[in-house]
């Protein structure tokens, strides 16, 4: 069984100030974990992943992740927000085989004020 | 260019109707998948097919049927549509092996039914 907690549904950041999107997760097997964003009326985007090796993943358009296993948490980070990243963000969990399913946490809405 | 395609994007309908959202894929994946997402809430898996002729229902209970009779095709029906079936439909795709972990999603079809 696995599950993801993404506490409060919108945080808001001032443009170049420090993001950050927490995520913990439960799983009985060694996690893949996801992070995606969702831009308005848009689909999902990959920001980026863990699946082995190297604990701190670099995504897309700056963000990274760190995957801390004793705190089960995978937070999202960014040093300095810029106005194109509000968006939605999903935390997602898998398991390793090839056929395991994502598991996503409720989202967090990320505004950016000018 | 690879892709994942849905049509139509936003379909209002009247309750009874018998409807088809659209799922195509130009990525070379076998795998396909069903997603319903509401606003503040996890996605949900409802459908998901690992090849032709394959399909499963995923963990949230739908209406809805799919089929899957080419690989890059994977079309969602719903054969009597109400207004609790008013949400948004994201489509998926993923490799069966290499980047068999990441799920690439198309851009959703959002249903309103009257």
């Known amino acids: 069984a696995q599950s993801v907690t993404q506490l409060g549904s919108h945080v808001s950041v001032s443009e170049g100030a420090l993001v950050l999107l927490r995520c913990n997760y439960s799983s009985s097997v060694p996690p893949y974990l996801f992070w995606y964003v969702q831009y308005p009326n848009q689909g999902l985007q990959l920001l980026l992943k863990?699946?082995?090796?190297?604990?701190l993943v670099k995504g897309i358009n700056g963000f990274e992740a760190e995957f801390k296993k004793s705190e089960t948490s995978f937070h999202l980070t960014k040093p300095s927000a810029h106005m194109s990243d509000a968006a939605e963000y999903f935390c997602?969990?898998?398991?390793?085989?090839?056929?395991?399913?994502?598991?996503f946490g409720k989202g967090i809405t990320l505004s950016v004020r000018p | 260019e690879a892709d994942i395609y849905q049509t139509p994007r936003y379909l209002v309908i009247g309750t009874g109707k018998k409807i088809t959202l659209e799922c195509s894929q130009t990525?070379?994946?076998?795998?396909m998948y069903w997603y319903q997402q509401d606003p503040g809430m996890e996605l949900h898996l409802i459908h998901y097919?690992?090849?032709?002729?394959?399909?499963e229902k995923g963990d949230l209970s739908s209406e809805s049927t799919v089929s899957r009779i080419r690989t890059e095709h994977f079309p969602l029906t719903l054969e009597s549509a109400r207004p609790s079936h008013t949400s948004q439909y994201l489509c998926?795709?993923?490799?069966?092996?290499?980047?068999?972990?990441?799920?690439?999603f198309g851009p959703g079809t959002r249903l309103t039914v009257l």
């Open positions: 998926a795709s993923s490799a069966i092996r290499g980047d068999a972990d990441t799920q690439y």
């Open positions: 990525m070379g994946h076998d795998k």
């Open positions: 863990y699946t082995t090796g190297a604990t």
């Open positions: 097919s690992y090849g032709v002729n394959s399909t």
């Open positions: 997602a969990v898998s398991g390793s085989g090839a056929n395991c399913k994502l598991t």
